[in-house]
Every structure is written in structure tokens, then in C-alpha cells.
């Protein structure tokens, strides 16, 4: 036990990471509405340094929460003093990061070896963005890489655009990692890159897809963020921008979108995970993607990857009212939803934002929707909590492959049915 401290803290110094050492996940499992009720007042109360990871919406929707270790005795004293129920999903996170900072080097040290970008990792961003670059050099008949802007630290906003010719045709939007700590949705964006790249040709389903439509690809739609889960703090969520009159940093991306903005679920206080930011595209990264789907005037899908808790959602986040195309929607979602099950049987559950997880403003899909952008859904990928933002990366892989059947289900629709 000893060793395994030392350990997490040499290897938090030599990394300059934040450590985690004593942290605990739990599942609580609220029974009833003042139950949630003291929940979302413990989450508003910041000195706890509480960082929920699912939040408390429902009775019977289970809130996960990481607790910093000197807050531990607290708060399950608190919790079993007013009878909640509760579970320990990570018993130590230190030992869980530390596996994975294991198993990322170990990886890298044989992709140096072996000159190879090994999709069963996770990877710097540098590293990601070098993939690309041999993406568009390998697949050069139909991959592009292009820029369409810069993140507040000015680092490149790259996206993969997929397309056989033609100027202007209609085409399908699919972000990944606006959330930097979701690291799955990032390498399953790259996974789903090749895929879409290599079967070109060979998949008679991705082959009549691209003959009809582009696909644009942003695999790291927050590179600040990212950057900084990988150099600093693995857990961080939002972008690095500075807050006016605030020593705290970031803002929520998915809150930042003009779509009910900073109405419920989306907080006004700049030392929150949530933090919906000054105004409407306040962020740079944010404002780029909506000026180029602007720009692009064609856009007919917008996708966005998240994780965890594998849902398929579409909107609406800021109110709780269906969405004009509600039933065709709702019918794709669950067509989707099969298909991601039919590989591993790993089950998607399916509804709107609202009806499905909680109010939420400000959030990317809610924005395309209202934009005129039809088929506009989130993927919440896996898992359900066992690991949370941790997934082990030998999940990635499978992970992608459903997410991939899913969202071509998504996308032979969107070809078939022309708005």
C-alpha cells in the first residue's frame, strides 16, 4: 500500500498531474424528490470540492459522485445519517489513473517501436493530431484535413473531411471530446476515421454514403481541455479560458451554445464544472463550429459523442416540450440503438435530453436543431459507471465499433431521406 502511494505521487510530480490518492466514487440512489432535493444542495455547496459525475435528476436515476478523500468520512456520514442508499464504484481513482498512465506508456513505447498508430490507446493530442496528417496522406482520394479555427490557447481546430467531389453537397457533422475528460469519445472518433476512410470502396453502405454526401469529422472539438486532462488534471471537463473577474478557469462547451441559453441546468457561477459562460459562443471553439456549419449552409445531420451512461439522445435539453420531428427522431434513435446492440449487446437507452437525463441549456444539439439541422443527436457512449470517464482502453475498440453501427443506422437515413 505503501509503494502504491509513492508511486502516485512520483508519478503525479513527474507529470505535473493533480492526484487523486484517497478519492472515492460513489453511486447514490435517491429514493424520493427531497432525497434529489439534498443532493443538488450538496453539489451547490463548493467548499466540498464534490465533482458529480451523473448528476441527481430523478428517484431511481442513480447520481455518481467523486469525493476528495479528506471529504470521504463526511459525507457517508451524512449519507447514512439520512438513510440514503448508497455503493463505492471506485475505491481509490489514484489507483485506477495510475493503471491507465501505465498502460498509455507502455502503448506509446511500442507504437515508437513499431512506427504505428495503435487505435487500441488513448493518445496525446500531438499524437492525434499526427494521425490525422497520415490519414489525409494515406486516404488522399477522399480525406482532407482542414482548419476551421483555433482554440482559446490557439491551438488548431482540426477537422477530416470525407468526400468523393462536388461542391457544397450535403453533409453530416460528427464532434467528439467537447467534454475534454470523456476521453472514449476522442479515440473513438479516430477509430471511427479509419473506418469510415478504409471501407470506402469496400462497404457498399459507406461507399453509396459518401457518393451522396460528405461527412466533416472533428475529433477533438476541445484541445485546450484535452491538453490539460493529459498534462495537469485528468479530470477536468470544460475549455481553458480565463473568467473575467474569477480565479476560476473554463466553461462548460455544451452549456455555451445559443440554444435557451443560461436557462436551467446551466450554472452562472465560473467556479462550476456547468458553467454556462459569459454569453451565448462566448467560446472560441464553440463559435468556430457554429461559423463553419453557418458557412457550410448545407449541414442536414449534426452528431456529437459523449460519455458515459450510453444514451441516444436528441432534443430538446432546454425545455421539456417534444421536438417537431419527435417521432421520426424517436424511431431513429431506437433503430440506432438496435444496432449498436446487435455487436456486444451493450444497450442504449433512448429519449430526449429533458425526459432522459435532466434540463439542460445551452447544448450543441438543441443549437443545430433549432438551426433547421433535422437529425441532430448525442451519443452518451460507454459505460454506465463501473468507470465512469476511465473506460480501460481495452474497451475502446469495441466501444467504437458499436458506436460506428449506430451511427451509420443514423446516417443511411439522413442519405435516404433528403430535407
Known amino acids: 500500500m505503501k509503494l502504491g502511494l509513492i508511486f502516485s505521487a512520483l508519478f503525479g510530480v513527474s507529470l505535473c498531474l493533480e492526484t487523486f490518492v484517497g478519492h472515492q466514487v460513489l453511486r447514490i440512489k435517491p429514493k424520493n424528490e427531497e432525497e434529489i432535493k439534498k443532493l443538488q444542495h450538496l453539489e451547490t455547496m463548493g467548499h466540498l470540492e464534490l465533482d458529480f459525475w451523473k448528476n441527481p435528476t430523478a428517484p431511481s436515476f442513480p447520481a455518481?459522485?467523486?469525493?476528495?478523500?479528506?471529504?470521504?468520512?463526511?459525507?457517508?456520514?451524512?449519507?447514512?445519517?439520512?438513510?440514503?442508499?448508497y455503493s463505492v464504484l471506485i475505491k481509490d481513482l489514484q489507483v485506477v489513473l495510475d493503471k491507465e498512465k501505465q498502460d498509455m506508456a507502455q502503448s506509446q513505447q511500442k507504437d515508437r517501436s513499431t512506427a504505428t498508430f495503435n487505435y487500441g490507446t488513448y493518445h496525446s493530442l500531438d499524437s492525434i493530431y499526427a494521425e490525422l496528417d497520415h490519414l489525409a496522406s494515406a486516404f488522399n482520394n477522399i480525406v482532407r484535413k482542414i482548419q476551421i479555427g483555433e482554440s482559446y490557447e490557439k491551438r488548431p481546430l482540426f477537422v477530416l473531411k470525407f468526400s468523393t467531389g462536388g461542391r457544397n453537397r450535403p453533409a453530416i457533422w460528427l464532434d467528439a471530446g467537447i467534454h475534454s475528460r470523456?476521453?472514449?469519445?476522442?479515440?473513438?472518433?479516430?477509430?471511427?476515421?479509419?473506418?469510415?476512410?478504409?471501407?470506402?470502396?469496400?462497404?457498399?453502405?459507406?461507399?453509396?454514403?459518401?457518393?451522396?454526401?460528405?461527412?466533416?469529422?472533428?475529433?477533438?472539438?476541445?484541445p485546450d481541455g484535452y491538453v490539460f486532462t493529459h498534462t495537469t488534471n485528468r479530470m477536468w471537463r470544460k475549455t481553458r479560458s480565463r473568467n473575467k473577474g474569477s480565479l476560476c478557469v473554463g466553461v462548460d462547451?455544451?452549456?455555451?451554445?445559443?440554444?435557451?441559453?443560461?436557462?436551467?441546468?446551466?450554472?452562472?457561477?465560473?467556479?462550476?464544472d456547468s458553467y454556462r459562460g459569459p454569453s451565448a459562443n462566448s467560446e472560441v471553439e464553440v463559435k468556430s463550429i457554429v461559423d463553419f456549419i453557418r458557412n457550410h449552409g448545407n449541414i442536414r445531420a449534426f452528431l456529437t459523442l459523449h460519455s458515459y451512461s450510453q444514451l441516444l439522445m436528441y432534443p430538446y435539453g432546454y425545455k421539456c416540450t417534444q421536438p417537431a420531428d419527435y417521432a421520426?427522431?424517436?424511431?431513429?434513435?431506437?433503430a440506432a440503438a438496435y444496432s449498436i446492440r446487435s455487436i456486444y449487446g451493450t444497450t442504449f437507452k433512448v429519449g430526449s435530453i429533458c425526459r432522459t437525463i435532466y434540463q439542460a441549456s445551452g447544448g450543441s444539439i438543441d443549437w443545430s436543431y433549432d438551426y433547421g439541422i433535422k437529425y441532430s443527436f448525442a451519443?452518451?457512449?460507454?459505460?454506465?459507471g463501473r468507470f465512469g470517464f476511465l473506460l480501460p482502453a481495452n474497451q475502446i475498440i469495441p466501444t467504437a465499433e458499436e458506436t460506428w453501427l449506430g451511427l451509420k443506422t443514423i446516417m443511411e437515413h439522413v442519405r435516404d431521406n433528403p430535407y
Open 64 to 85: 455518481d459522485v467523486r469525493i476528495p478523500a479528506k471529504r470521504v468520512p463526511l459525507i457517508k456520514a451524512f449519507l447514512e445519517s439520512h438513510g440514503f442508499e
Open 182 to 222: 470523456e476521453w472514449v469519445t476522442q479515440a473513438s472518433a479516430m477509430w471511427i476515421a479509419k473506418q469510415i476512410a478504409s471501407d470506402y470502396g469496400k462497404d457498399p453502405s459507406t461507399t453509396s454514403l459518401l457518393n451522396k454526401m460528405d461527412i466533416f469529422l472533428l475529433p477533438v472539438a476541445n
Open 253 to 272: 462547451p455544451n452549456r455555451n451554445w445559443d440554444a435557451g441559453f443560461g436557462g436551467p441546468g446551466a450554472s452562472n457561477n465560473p467556479c462550476s
Open 328 to 334: 421520426e427522431l424517436d424511431d431513429l434513435a431506437r
Open 379 to 384: 451519443f452518451e457512449l460507454r459505460d454506465t
